[in-house]
Structures are given as C-alpha cells and as structure tokens.
C-alpha cells in the first residue's frame, strides 16, 4: 500500500498506514509541483530584494524586526534548529514519530512554505526505509508546541549533525550514518522558509457554541490590546490550512481582529 502526498486529502485511514509502515510517495501532479517551485522562488525574490520575511531574513519571536543579511541566513536557519534540540522524557513510537512526519510533508506539498522539494524528498525517503527519527516526549512550553520535535525530525532527515540519531534497521545510528545507509549526503542549509505555520487557532467540538467563541475573542482582544501584528491570521495564511477545522475557525479569527478599531465590541 502507498500512500500519495500531494499536500491535501489525508484521511485518518492514511495517516494510520503509515504510522503502521506503509509507503509514501510524492505526487507528480504538474500543478503540485508548480506551487512547489512557485514559493520557493517568492523566497529567492525575497532574499535578493532583500525583503523582511519572517524566520529567514528576520530573527524570530520578540527580535523578528532585527533583520538578518544574506552572509547570515544559513546561521540563522541553522540555529533555529539547534536552539530546539533542547527535550527530554520518554521516546515518542516509532509510529508517532511516521504520523508526525507524513503530516508535515503533506502540510509542506500543499506549497505555500518556500521550501526545497529536496527536503520534503527526505521525509519520503526515510518513511519508505523505516529510518526513525528519535523524537522525545517533552520539549519547552514556550516553543509553540510541535518546534521541538520537527527540530529533531528536520535535523536528521537534513544530517544537521551526527548528534541527532534514528533508528534503521534494527539499530541506533546518527543521521550521517543512516544517510550514508541510504546513498545520501546531508543537505546543506538555505534561506527555506520556517516549515512551523505561526497561525494558533483552538479548535472545539462544539464550534457554535461558547467554548470555541470564548477563547477566539480573548485572541482577537489580546492582539488588539497590545497592538499586536496580524499577519499570522490574514486570509492567505488562514486559507493555507490544510485541515478544515482551523480554516473555519481561523476565518472567524480574521473577522474578529481589527487592530485600531476602537469601537470592535463584539466577537462572533
């Protein structure tokens, strides 16, 4: 059984094969492609024009209007991933850890992040090997969640380091080692824009009613209240989603945020 990633369409059917071992396979499609190749170049442009982009010509978080030059941003994107290899507790499954990784290259396919196909190439080629990435339970509160272990994903499926290990075969390898194993060389770092959305929507079971209101107005007032940037949530990123819960959730978040409107008062 092989299931395609063409950046949409996953079921949980999908998502549980390979988290059991099924194969995966990249789609061919000419208009998936097309997207893929389309964003990178938005970043290529960016770069020269020397355009602020977010986690690749800025710095990230509180220090993102610090803007960083051309000679910098392979260190940038190189310590975006060392600063997050920072967990501990128990290892996650094997079959946690395929889930994770078949879900961020669908999310990458759907071309909208910048990125090289060559990285997304990656996470194909070890599903398909059964090279695991050894991923742990506990990383930092503050690292928006799923940093820390796509951190540990990315950095052996890239070959950032030999510290960064994976299971193949039967046994424990550093990421040089299992590529190598694979006939591979690890990739070297460019300017690729962040793989973590930053849009944070909270999803409800019942989406009417005040458990998924509530929380949705306190984001709206809390941006407003602090003057806060709402780029995250304009409709473009909203509608990159692949998962249609937080596109719809999302879409009520953009109606509900108007920085400098002082007269907003009610939330839907």
């Known amino acids: ?36 190749h389309r964003s990178r170049d938005v970043i290529r442009r960016a770069v020269a024009e020397g355009q602020q982009v977010y986690g690749v010509t800025t710095l990230f978080g509180a220090m993102a209007d610090q803007y960083v030059g051309p000679e910098q941003l392979v260190d940038v994107q190189r310590l975006a991933l060392w600063q997050h ?3 501990t507790g128990p290892r996650l499954p094997a079959g946690d850890v395929r889930a994770a990784m078949l879900l961020r290259a669908n999310s990458l396919m759907k071309g909208v992040f910048g990125i090289r196909i060559e990285i997304i190439e990656r996470f194909a080629a070890f599903l398909n090997a059964g090279v695991h990435p050894h991923v742990f339970e506990r990383g930092s509160i503050g690292a928006s969640g799923d940093l820390v272990p796509l951190a540990y994903i990315a950095g052996a499926v890239l070959g950032l380091h030999p510290s960064f290990l994976v299971d193949m075969d039967g046994e ?5 080692a299992a590529l190598a194993r694979l006939g591979l060389a690890p990739l070297e770092l460019a300017a690729d824009h962040k793989a973590v959305g930053e849009l944070v929507v909270v999803a409800a079971v019942d989406t009417d009613g005040e458990a998924a209101r509530l929380p949705l107005c306190m984001t709206a007032g809390t941006i407003a209240a602090v003057i806060g940037r709402p780029g995250g949530i304009r409709p473009a990123a909203v509608n990159a ?28």
Request: proline fraction near 6%.
């Open 1 to 36: 059984m092989t299931i395609v990633v063409r950046g949409a369409d996953l079921t949980l059917a999908d998502i549980a094969a390979v988290a059991r071992g099924a194969r995966v396979a990249l789609s061919d499609d000419p208009a998936v492609l097309d997207r893929l």
């Open 85 to 87: 290899k920072s967990t």
């Open 172 to 176: 424990t390898l550093d990421s040089h």
């Open 241 to 268: 989603r692949i998962e249609p819960g937080p596109v719809v959730l999302g879409r009520r978040q953009v109606r509900n945020t108007e920085i400098g409107s002082p007269r907003r008062r009610t939330c839907q």
